[in-house]
Protein backbone atom coordinates (compact mmCIF):
# COMPACT_ATOMS: atom_id res chain seq x y z
CA UNK A 1 0.00 0.00 0.00
CA UNK A 2 1.19 3.55 -1.15
CA UNK A 3 1.19 6.04 1.54
CA UNK A 4 2.44 9.80 1.41
CA UNK A 5 3.35 11.36 4.79
CA UNK A 6 3.28 15.20 4.81
CA UNK A 7 5.34 17.16 7.75
CA UNK A 8 6.02 20.47 8.92
CA UNK A 9 3.00 22.57 8.61
CA UNK A 10 2.20 24.83 11.76
CA UNK A 11 1.47 28.74 12.44
CA UNK A 12 4.40 30.89 11.70
CA UNK A 13 4.55 34.72 11.79
CA UNK A 14 4.81 37.08 8.85
CA UNK A 15 8.08 37.05 7.29
CA UNK A 16 8.63 33.69 9.23
CA UNK A 17 10.04 30.14 7.71
CA UNK A 18 8.54 26.74 7.40
CA UNK A 19 9.78 23.34 5.65
CA UNK A 20 7.61 20.97 4.57
CA UNK A 21 8.51 16.86 3.62
CA UNK A 22 6.22 14.39 2.20
CA UNK A 23 7.75 11.33 1.98
CA UNK A 24 6.78 8.19 -0.22
CA UNK A 25 6.18 4.94 1.28
CA UNK A 26 5.23 1.36 0.19
CA UNK A 27 6.86 -0.84 -2.59
CA UNK A 28 6.99 1.14 -5.79
CA UNK A 29 9.24 1.16 -8.83
CA UNK A 30 9.70 4.54 -9.19
CA UNK A 31 8.13 8.22 -8.68
CA UNK A 32 8.01 10.62 -11.52
CA UNK A 33 7.09 14.49 -10.96
CA UNK A 34 6.47 15.24 -6.92
CA UNK A 35 4.39 18.16 -6.23
CA UNK A 36 2.85 20.63 -4.07
CA UNK A 37 -0.70 21.99 -4.05
CA UNK A 38 -2.64 23.96 -1.44
CA UNK A 39 -6.22 25.00 -0.44
CA UNK A 40 -7.73 27.89 1.28
CA UNK A 41 -10.89 27.66 2.73
CA UNK A 42 -13.49 28.37 -0.50
CA UNK A 43 -10.87 28.35 -2.79
CA UNK A 44 -9.77 25.29 -5.15
CA UNK A 45 -6.73 23.55 -4.71
CA UNK A 46 -4.00 24.95 -6.92
CA UNK A 47 -0.59 24.16 -7.61
CA UNK A 48 2.10 25.61 -6.00
CA UNK A 49 5.23 23.81 -6.97
CA UNK A 50 6.46 20.78 -8.94
CA UNK A 51 9.54 18.87 -9.67
CA UNK A 52 9.91 16.00 -12.03
CA UNK A 53 12.51 13.26 -11.28
CA UNK A 54 15.18 15.30 -13.03
CA UNK A 55 15.76 17.77 -10.66
CA UNK A 56 13.74 20.62 -13.26
CA UNK A 57 11.02 23.00 -10.91
CA UNK A 58 8.02 24.85 -12.04
CA UNK A 59 6.39 27.52 -9.65
CA UNK A 60 3.41 29.57 -9.10
CA UNK A 61 4.09 33.19 -9.65
CA UNK A 62 2.39 33.81 -6.38
CA UNK A 63 5.39 31.91 -4.33
CA UNK A 64 8.43 32.19 -7.19
CA UNK A 65 11.75 33.30 -4.96
CA UNK A 66 9.89 32.52 -2.29
CA UNK A 67 9.24 28.84 -1.96
CA UNK A 68 11.92 26.45 -2.69
CA UNK A 69 10.91 22.36 -4.03
CA UNK A 70 12.95 19.97 -4.21
CA UNK A 71 13.65 15.97 -3.75
CA UNK A 72 15.71 13.26 -2.49
CA UNK A 73 15.02 10.24 -4.91
CA UNK A 74 17.12 8.58 -2.51
CA UNK A 75 14.09 9.03 0.08
CA UNK A 76 11.11 9.12 -2.19
CA UNK A 77 10.51 12.45 -0.35
CA UNK A 78 9.96 15.76 -1.98
CA UNK A 79 10.35 19.47 0.29
CA UNK A 80 8.81 22.82 0.23
CA UNK A 81 11.28 25.31 2.07
CA UNK A 82 8.63 28.62 2.25
CA UNK A 83 9.94 31.35 3.02
CA UNK A 84 8.94 35.24 3.52
CA UNK A 85 5.44 33.60 4.15
CA UNK A 86 2.20 35.99 4.19
CA UNK A 87 -1.32 35.67 5.32
CA UNK A 88 -2.49 34.93 1.95
CA UNK A 89 0.14 31.39 1.98
CA UNK A 90 -2.44 30.33 4.68
CA UNK A 91 -4.01 26.56 3.37
CA UNK A 92 -3.86 23.18 3.39
CA UNK A 93 -0.74 21.68 1.64
CA UNK A 94 -0.77 18.80 0.00
CA UNK A 95 1.93 16.37 -1.78
CA UNK A 96 1.02 14.89 -4.96
CA UNK A 97 3.45 12.28 -6.57
CA UNK A 98 2.85 10.69 -9.86
CA UNK A 99 3.82 6.94 -9.01
CA UNK A 100 4.70 4.04 -10.95
CA UNK A 101 4.22 0.72 -8.58
CA UNK A 102 6.04 -1.64 -11.41
CA UNK A 103 8.01 -1.47 -14.47
CA UNK A 104 5.95 -1.31 -17.45
CA UNK A 105 2.75 -0.04 -15.51
CA UNK A 106 1.37 3.72 -15.50
CA UNK A 107 2.24 6.00 -13.39
CA UNK A 108 -0.75 7.17 -11.17
CA UNK A 109 -1.17 10.09 -9.27
CA UNK A 110 -1.34 9.52 -5.07
CA UNK A 111 -2.24 12.44 -2.80
CA UNK A 112 -0.91 12.92 0.90
CA UNK A 113 -3.61 13.70 4.13
CA UNK A 114 -2.61 18.07 3.82
CA UNK A 115 -0.53 19.54 6.19
CA UNK A 116 -1.96 23.13 7.84
CA UNK A 117 -0.16 25.94 7.40
CA UNK A 118 -1.65 29.34 9.35
CA UNK A 119 0.34 32.64 8.63
CA UNK A 120 -0.27 35.40 11.38
CA UNK A 121 -0.46 38.88 10.67
Known amino acids: QVQLVESGGGLVQTGGSLRLSCAVS????????MGWYRQAPGNQRELVAAITRAGRTNYADSVKGRFTISRDNAKNTVYLQMNSLKPEDTAVYYC???????????????WGQGTQVTVSS
Open 96 to 110: NADIVLRLGLMPFGS
Open 26 to 33: GSIFSINA
